[in-house]
């Protein structure tokens, strides 16, 4: 394998004229040889206006043959702005790794390529992973840096709008609408729309929180982040460097106030989305949306962008018996407090990170709490542990490199990585998962081993990283019992099958949320849910099912995950709006008109008419 740095970037440069000269002339044979027959080539928007996987040297040069008829793509090369080509060990193997920049017709790019030699052709050295990435469109870049707006025009007419009355009216909405909505304006909703501001695209993001940042504010008192400050950046204005390695909850909720301040957002809070219908011939939607003062207001955004979390719909399990008990049951999404609980006897349903935390913060309100286990669950200390996964933002590259090379990194090779990475994590935290053991506690460690961010990727949970309850559990200062081994719940607590009565006063369910397939359903009817289908989890295409991209319902589109996954795809999902308003794509994935039913177009949906008459479609949390 080659070591000397000159030798490295040699090779990318002559692998990335050879592609060029294939791509140009069209030729799969030569688009073959450059490619391992296990390889995987990652769109996003760049080549195919989609975000798609494609596996295996026949299928890569098939699809790179056709879709560069139109994508024209040119000027592949490294350039001096990123991280120079390197050895790397990326999911147990070692690779040479090289950002690139091209251009295409239509934009210009970045990507990620990686080499490896080929035992069966010579060792010549061939691509074991390639990305392809849209990083602007031409003639439509962002304003930052050089191209930043000079502000001169706001100065020029004394009399005129200054910037704040300029910014008053651009976010009161008075006199026309925005042409995106984002409902939610968690982490997911404020990179999207940073990203549209940058492109210039009007959007307004709705939240039912009264305050800019609540939705971090209202979680538990103890809260601070799970991951290390580098790794959770927002867009464009990354966190001071002085702030603490795991930020407290109530610091980055000021921080989402500031930046929505510093990066213009429009932003209404204390409004709640009600639902709405697509309009197929005017190509736009009719929402409502009801604001804090208790009235409605109908808009028409040409896009929507679902940014409301995993948190829409409590999932609240059938146990018929439960009713039987006469203490307090909460879900987890209203439980405010330990405070109120002190000296009182509490069990907690569920072992995920709800349940976890709310034991723990009952317990350190002075609280006897008992975690009931309702399904094996993977423990992982929050230090060093479940931090593994993002050794890459501390190797030194800078965050939008990082980003890239996250990116590049196709699902079956992330999937190998996590299952070395939860292997390790084992290792490091074997003596509290043996005590865990010692005390019944059921581990898993996710599918074949893959672990946490599969569990999280498919899942959205069935994992706990542990910031002191799992230790707490060990010494017997938390119980624990399973669920399978409660009879049924009776007026004092929970009747055990030994015979014993496990009293309490409070049942916190921490049973987690429903799916976004479901407020898809109660927002916009059967008929879009069902069009849009599943989201979150992973299709056929290997990729998160309709996630950061258009959808099968014109204008309806999805963004959530960790700040990360926002801040690495609102890029991409904002570009995907401007190429739809540009015309340059259509704004679905569907075929046009295709699957759209007379009873869409043009009229409101049932859901809108409940609305008007005083239905409350998701209660307040
Ligand atoms: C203890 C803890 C630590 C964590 N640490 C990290 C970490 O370090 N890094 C990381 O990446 N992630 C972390 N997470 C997880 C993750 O960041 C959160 O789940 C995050 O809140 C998801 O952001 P979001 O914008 O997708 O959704 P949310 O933050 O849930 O925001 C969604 C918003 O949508 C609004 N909304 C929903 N429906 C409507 C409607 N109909 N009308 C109006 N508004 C609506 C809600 O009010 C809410 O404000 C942590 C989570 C916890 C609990």
Redesign the pocket.
């Known amino acids: 394998m080659l070591t000397r740095t000159e030798d490295i970037a040699a090779s990318v440069e002559n692998w990335l004229s050879e592609f060029e000269g294939a791509l140009a002339s069209k030729n799969g044979t030569a688009l073959k040889a450059l490619f391992h027959d296990e390889s995987y080539w990652r769109d996003v928007l760049a080549f195919t206006w989609e975000i798609k996987t494609i596996t295996g040297v026949g299928a890569i040069a098939a699809e790179l043959k056709s879709c560069s008829i139109e994508a024209q793509p040119t000027g592949f090369a490294i350039t001096s702005a990123r991280t120079p080509p390197r050895r790397v060990s990326r999911a147990g193997s070692e690779a040479i790794e090289a950002i690139f920049q091209f251009r295409t017709a239509q934009g210009r790019g970045s990507g990620v390529l990686r080499l490896m030699p080929d035992a069966h052709d010579r060792n010549s050295v061939k691509a074991w992973t390639l990305l392809t990435a849209l990083d602007e469109i031409k003639g439509h870049e962002e304003h930052i840096g050089r191209a930043r707006p000079t502000g001169e025009a706001y100065a020029r007419d004394f009399r005129g709008p200054n910037w704040l009355d300029l910014r008053k009216a651009a976010a009161a909405y008075a006199e026309h609408d925005p042409v995106v909505l984002v409902?939610?304006?968690?982490?997911?909703?404020?990179c999207t729309a940073a990203r549209l501001a940058q492109l210039e695209i009007d959007a307004l993001i709705?939240?039912?929180?009264p305050r800019i940042g609540?939705?971090?504010r209202q979680?538990?008192h103890a809260?601070?982040?799970?991951?290390?400050v580098q790794?959770?950046h927002l867009p464009y204005m990354p966190f001071p460097p002085s702030w603490p390695t795991?930020?407290p909850?109530d610091k980055l909720a000021s921080w989402f106030e500031a930046y929505v301040e510093a990066m213009e957002l429009n932003y209404w809070t204390g409004?709640?989305?009600?639902g709405g219908a697509y309009d197929q011939k005017e190509r736009r939607w009719s929402v409502v949306?009801r604001r804090a003062n208790g009235t409605s207001r109908r808009m028409h955004p040409r896009h929507l962008v679902m940014?409301?979390?995993?948190?829409?719909i409590p999932n609240i399990p059938e146990i018929p018996s439960l009713r039987n008990f006469r203490g307090t049951v909460l879900h987890s999404s209203e439980y405010q407090d330990g405070e109120m609980w002190r000296g009182k006897r509490a069990l907690v349903i569920g072992s995920g990170?709800?349940g976890h935390?709310i034991a723990q913060d009952l317990h350190s309100s002075g609280s006897h709490v008992t975690l009931v286990q309702r399904s094996s669950t993977m423990i992982v200390n929050v230090e060093p542990s479940a931090q593994l996964p993002y050794a890459l933002y501390d190797e030194g590259p800078p965050l939008e490199d990082c980003d890239l090379i996250t990116a590049s990194m196709p699902l079956a090779l992330a999937r190998r990585s996590h299952i070395l990475m939860t292997a390790q994590a084992k290792n490091i935290d074997k003596d509290l998962l043996a005590g865990l053991e010692r005390k019944g506690f059921r581990l898993d460690f996710g599918d074949d081993g893959s672990g946490w961010q599969f569990k999280y990727l498919t899942r959205g949970g069935g994992y706990y990283?542990n910031?002191g309850c799992s230790d707490l559990i060990v010494k017997g200062a938390i119980g624990l019992v399973q669920f399978s081994d409660i009879e049924s719940f009776v007026a004092e607590g929970a009747r055990m099958r030994g015979g014993d009565t496990l009293r309490a006063d409070l049942i916190v369910l921490a049973t987690g949320y429903k799916g976004q397939e479901h407020?898809v359903r109660k927002?916009f009817g059967n008929e879009v849910a069902e069009r849009v289908g599943p989201i979150w989890g992973f299709g056929k295409e290997a990729e998160l099912r309709n996630m950061f991209t258009r959808t099968a319902q014109p204008g309806l589109y999805f963004?959530?995950?960790?700040?990360?996954?926002?801040r690495i795809y609102s890029k991409y999902l904002a570009l995907q709006i401007q190429a739809a308003e540009l015309g340059l794509i259509p704004p679905s994935l569907a075929p046009p008109v295709a699957r759209m039913s007379e009873a869409t177009s043009g009229i409101l949906s049932p859901h809108i008419a409940d609305a008007h008459a005083g239905y409350d479609?998701?209660a307040r949390?």
């Open positions: 409902v939610g304006g968690g982490q997911a909703g404020l709705v939240d039912r929180w609540d939705n971090w979680r538990y809260l601070v982040l799970h991951n290390q790794v959770n795991y930020i909850k409004t709640e989305f009600e949306v940014a409301t979390g995993a948190s829409g990170n709800s935390d990283f910031v407020l927002l963004i959530a995950g960790s700040f990360a996954q926002c479609p998701l949390r």
